[in-house]
C-alpha cells in the first residue's frame, strides 16, 4: 500500500502490547517466576516481529493499563480489580516497563499507552487528575536508556477543566519524547475536544499530538474513516 502511494513513505505497522506483566499479574504469583518466564517469551515474539516487519517500517506500543488502575484505585483507596492478591505497586510496574522498552530492538519506533481501563467503553476508576501517569511517565524516563518515541494520556470525556491537566506541568525529561493527550471523544467531536484543549492550555505549553483516550480498539468498524477525519480536523487546532 506504500508503494502504491497509499500510505505516506513514513508511515509504520503499529503493533500494540498489554505488558507482561498486566497480563500475568491477574493469574499468578510474581514470586513463582512464571512472571520472569512470560517476559522472555513475549520479548522473543518481538525479535520474531522484526524479523517479519523491519525495525524501520515497525512502531510498537506498550499498553500500560493494568499498573495505572490499580494506583489510581490505590490512591482513592478502593479495591485492586486483579483477584484478590496485592497487585504490584507502581513502582515495579514501572521497572517492568523498563524492561519491556529495553528489549524493543534499535530503530523500532516505541510508545507507551497509559490508560484507565475500557471494558465496555467505561474505565475502571475514574481519574482524579493525570497525576499517576505523569509519575508512571517520569519513572520511566529517568530510568532507561532506551529513546521512547511518545507517550499517550488519556483525558476522560467529561474533564475540560483546568485541574485534571495540572500534573502535566510536572512532566520531566521529554526532550525527544512526544505527549499525546487523547482528548477525541466521538460523542462531542471536535467542540468537545477544542475545550480540552482550552483546559490543557494551562498546564501544557509544547506542541503535543492528539488521539482519542483509548485508541481504536473496540470500535465499530463502519465510523472508523470518519473517526479518522475527526482526528485530522483536531489535530489542525493543535
Given amino acids: 500500500m506504500k ?6 513513505p513514513e508511515t509504520r505497522f503499529q503493533v500494540s502490547i498489554p505488558t507482561p506483566l498486566m497480563l500475568s499479574t491477574p493469574f499468578v504469583d510474581a514470586s513463582n517466576g512464571v512472571i520472569a518466564a512470560h517476559e522472555r517469551a513475549v520479548f522473543s ?4 516481529f522484526v524479523g517479519a516487519v523491519p525495525a524501520e517500517e515497525l512502531a510498537l506500543q506498550w499498553d500500560f493499563a493494568g499498573e ?3 494506583a489510581e484505585l490505590a490512591r482513592q483507596e478502593k479495591s ?4 484478590g492478591a496485592q497487585p504490584p505497586s507502581l513502582d515495579e510496574g514501572v521497572a517492568a516497563l523498563q524492561r519491556a522498552c529495553e528489549a524493543v530492538p534499535d ?14 467503553g467505561k474505565h475502571i476508576v475514574e481519574p482524579l487528575d493525570a497525576a499517576i501517569p505523569v509519575q508512571a511517565i517520569n519513572g520511566l524516563l529517568a530510568s532507561t536508556s532506551r529513546g521512547i518515541d511518545w507517550v499517550h494520556v488519556p483525558v476522560p470525556i467529561e474533564r475540560d477543566d483546568p485541574a485534571y491537566f495540572e500534573p502535566l506541568k510536572q512532566l520531566r525529561g521529554m526532550d525527544r519524547t512526544l505527549l499525546v493527550l487523547g482528548l477525541i471523544h466521538q460523542e462531542d467531536g471536535v467542540e468537545g475536544a477544542r475545550r480540552r484543549m482550552a483546559a490543557a492550555r494551562s498546564a ?3 506542541q503535543y499530538g492528539v488521539a482519542t483516550e483509548c485508541g481504536l480498539g473496540r470500535i465499530d468498524p463502519q465510523i472508523i474513516p470518519e473517526l479518522l477525519d475527526l482526528h485530522k480536523q483536531v489535530s489542525e487546532l493543535t
Fill in 107 to 120: 530503530g523500532v519506533e516505541l510508545g507507551i499507552h497509559c490508560c484507565f481501563g475500557d471494558p465496555g
Fill in 204 to 206: 501544557v505549553s509544547v
Fill in 80 to 83: 485492586f480489580f486483579v483477584g
Fill in 45 to 48: 515474539e518481538i525479535r520474531d
Fill in 3 to 8: 508503494r502504491a502511494g497509499r500510505f505516506a
Fill in 68 to 70: 495505572i488502575v490499580n
